[in-house]
Structures are given as C-alpha cells and as structure tokens.
C-alpha cells in the first residue's frame, strides 16, 4: 500500500504542473478575431462555376481556380475583397474572397465556387437569391495587422 502512495505523489503533482503551463500558454496567446464590420450589403441572384465551365484554370487575379475553395467572381468589387455571401432560401452563409470576374448573364451579381455552393445548399439548383455583404477589418484588428 505505501509503494502505490509513494507513486501517485509524484504523478499527482506532474499532472498538476502540465495543467498550469497550458493555462499560462494559453493566456499568451489570444484567439484571432474573427470580426468584420459590414462595409455594404447587395441583393440578386448567385450562381456558381467550377473549372469544368470557367474555359481555364486561372482566374482574372491570376490564381489557379479550385472548385472547393471559398473563392467567387464579381463584376467590379477589388480583387482580394472579403464578402459573406448568404442563400436567402436556407440562412447558411459563408465568407468567400473575390479573385475573378463575372458573373456575365443579366441578373447575377456573383459566381461562387462549386464548394461554396455545396456547402450553402444551392448546388443542384445552380441559381438562388442571395445577400452579399461587403466585408471589412474592424479598426483594432486593422492596427494589429
């Protein structure tokens, strides 16, 4: 009996140390911040493209197009741009950054990537009403850039 106390002493204090070096690691370092201040909000119509149908693989930013990447098209938005596009028919969204143009039929105001679609529910359907939020850095998280 006392050779077992004797090894659960030790134990017992190790586990001890290891949980206060992760609260101290973890009180160093801060989560990212995942804020974004809405810039402008647009309503119309979503399509989406994959490479199958975009006649390349690269797109207008020069970047090699994914069809599962969180990635879309608009006509005039900067390239680079974060915008959180939502299918107005289920609530689900997702942030998605421009890095092509289009879309080019009367009506749409943005493409997004097979993926993107897939995951907000319009795949099979291919067109849905959508609200597009122009997103940008909060100020705080602009100066810690």
């Known amino acids: 009996m ?3 106390t004797l ?5 017992a204090a190790s586990l001890m140390m290891c949980s206060c070096a992760l609260q101290a690691n ?3 370092h801060k989560a990212p911040r995942t804020d974004w201040q809405v810039k402008s909000v ?19 930013s020069g970047e090699t197009l994914c069809n ?4 879309a098209a608009h006509k ?6 974060k915008v959180r596009v939502t299918n107005l028919d289920n609530g689900k969204s997702e942030v998605v950054k421009i890095n092509d143009r289009g879309p080019y039929i009367h009506g749409r105001i943005i493409d997004v990537t097979e993926g993107v679609a ?3 529910g319009f795949y099979k359907r291919g067109i849905v009403r959508v609200k597009v939020e122009v997103l940008e850095k909060n100020e705080e998280e602009q100066a810690e850039s």
């Open 42 to 60: 647009h309503h119309g119509k979503a399509s989406w493209y994959g490479i199958r149908c975009n006649g390349g693989t690269h797109t207008a």
């Open 7 to 11: 090894l659960f002493i030790p134990l």
């Open 68 to 71: 599962h990447a969180a990635t």
């Open 2 to 4: 006392m050779n077992r």
């Open 76 to 81: 005039t938005l900067p390239m680079g741009t």
């Open 26 to 28: 973890t009180a160093k």
């Open 118 to 120: 897939k995951r907000i």
